[in-house]
């Protein structure tokens, strides 16, 4: 006989927290976002985030460039798994090699392409600053610098070379491989420049340093890095080729990996897991998704370091649609939350959930965490940033960037959703669609930031723990949610 859950199955949209005592050790400006990320024993060294946010491992969010920026906030990103390994590894060392201040350059021309093809790569990167070698390639020895003062196109022919417009690497004022930071600062002010190379004993290209950077250096005190000042960064993997792609990704210098599935709660994750586990000790490994307590066990069980809840409720999956299958993101990260805190009553261990999915609006994020939830992922609100591989188009008078979902006809990683993998009898359990373009991760990431701490310090909390101790929380009524917006008026902005 089938069991059915009289419980009705919630969002995070059908709950507000009830403000607590706030005093000054709870004001926003004392309130720590730090969590963990990976099973401990209470003392016991583990991995923490700065801030409780990681990117989906989806095609449309997690490349190097959002790793980078997240990571620089305090966050991490996932890099997508639904690419070739040699490609995904690529991502995950230009993560690896970048450095606060150092920019690894990905423009590259040599002395014999033309002006024609400089514009071309500025259009295509945005890049101002080209980098010369003898193959136009980054292994090659550096020969010169474009910038845009370097040429005119008004008076340059567009045929001609490069090697008549660039800066000669003999007039280059140049920083030696091992530099600091400061030492490069230093000569980039001495000697008035706005870029410096940094080059190794062979004279090929190891990072550029630019002036306009130093402020930028200053500005991100949460980075999140490891013990060799490189920038986190996680990867998703699959229960098909973990074999072959777990090796390269770790020898990258992937930090953490995450299996990433639709439904977690199969033999495969099991499988994969205890694999990892037995052959790789050192390394972490995230699980899911589950939407409840069975599901969660038998990951924890398995070895998981991490465990994501939520099934369907991402806004670009159609799961429950399609299959049936999922619940309300609340009920589930309640029940799982209550699982992890038993799981840890009776090992000792605590596993820290993540609540992936049901986000729409930023108090959801911390609702998410007040229910239990250690830190959140999230595929739309990163896919609107300029740093996401979505292209930015404008679709009347409003920009937009692509958003595509794993499960969807566009990305094809048909291995995340079908075990037979069969083109005659696949269906899609996600859609290809836009999101309205915000700008900078940076930017929006610190307004959300602070109506956490907000939120937090009117609940009395000065932590996420405590958070998750104190917070009191309330089901509200339809009417309830339409009285807590602005109505029975006549807005002057909608985007308020």
């Known amino acids: 006989m089938f069991k059915l859950y009289n419980e009705i199955s919630r969002t995070f949209n059908e709950y507000l927290l009830i403000p607590n005592l706030s005093t000054p050790l709870c004001m926003p400006e004392k309130i720590d976002l730090t969590t963990p990320i990976t099973r401990f024993r209470p003392g ?3 991995v923490r985030l700065n801030i409780p946010f990681v990117s989906a491992i989806m095609q449309a969010v997690s490349d190097h460039k959002l790793a980078i ?13 639904a690419q070739t390994i040699d490609s995904q590894a690529e991502m995950i060392r230009k993560v690896k090699k970048f450095k606060s201040g150092f920019v690894v350059c990905d423009s590259y021309l040599s002395p014999e392409h033309t002006l024609n093809e400089i514009l ?5 990167t945005g890049h101002t600053t080209i980098a010369v070698t003898s193959n136009g390639k980054s292994d090659g020895i550096l020969t010169g610098l474009i910038t845009s ?3 005119r196109i008004s008076r340059d022919p567009l045929d001609k070379k490069v090697c008549d417009i660039m800066t000669p690497f003999e007039s280059l004022i140049t920083g030696r491989d091992g530099i600091s930071l400061n030492e490069a600062n ?5 000697n008035k420049l706005n870029c410096l190379p940094i080059v190794n004993e062979n004279q090929q290209l190891v990072h550029m340093v630019f002036r306009k950077d130093y402020e930028a250096h200053k500005e991100n005190p949460f ?3 490891d013990e060799k000042k490189s920038l986190l960064v996680g990867a998703g ?4 080729d973990y074999q072959d792609r777990v090796p390269a990704l770790l020898e990258a210098g992937a930090d953490i990996l995450c299996l990433d599935s639709s439904d977690g709660y199969s033999t495969w994750q099991y499988d994969a897991i205890t694999y990892i586990k037995s052959n790789y000790p050192k390394a972490y490994i995230g699980a899911g998704n589950v939407v409840d307590a069975e599901g969660f066990r038998y990951l924890a069980d398995a070895g998981a370091d991490f465990v994501k809840v939520g099934i369907g409720g991402g806004s670009i999956c159609i799961t429950r649609e399609q299959k049936g299958i999922g619940r309300g993101q609340a009920t589930a990260i309640l029940e799982v939350a209550s699982a992890r805190d038993k799981y840890m009553e009776e090992t000792g261990i605590y596993i820290p959930i993540c609540s992936d999915g049901g986000i729409v609006y930023d108090n959801h994020i911390a609702i998410a ?3 239990g939830a250690d830190f959140v992922m999230m595929g739309r609100y990163f896919a609107r940033f300029d740093e996401s591989p979505g292209k930015k188009l404008k679709r009347g008078n409003e920009y937009v960037k692509e958003y595509w979902g794993e499960g969807s006809d566009r990305a094809k990683n048909w291995q995340r959703y079908s075990m037979s993998a069969s083109k005659d009898t696949h269906f899609e359990e996600g859609v290809d669609s836009y999101v309205p373009y915000a700008g900078a991760l940076k930017d929006n990431l610190s307004v959300t930031i602070s109506k956490i701490k907000s939120t937090m310090s009117s609940c009395g909390a000065a932590s996420i723990e405590e958070f998750q101790k104190k917070a009191r929380i309330t089901l509200v009524s339809p009417m309830s949610i339409r009285e807590g917006g602005a109505h029975d008026i006549i807005l002057k902005n909608k985007d308020y």
């Open 237 to 240: 993997i699959n229960t098909y």
């Open 369 to 371: 965490l007040a229910m």
């Open 69 to 81: 920026s997240l990571a620089r906030c305090g966050g991490l990103s996932f890099i997508y798994g």
């Open 120 to 124: 071309r790569l500025k259009e295509d």
């Open 44 to 46: 016991e060294a583990h």
């Open 223 to 225: 980075e999140l890095l």
């Open 186 to 190: 230093d000569l980039i002010w001495a």
């Open 149 to 151: 003062r370097d040429y």
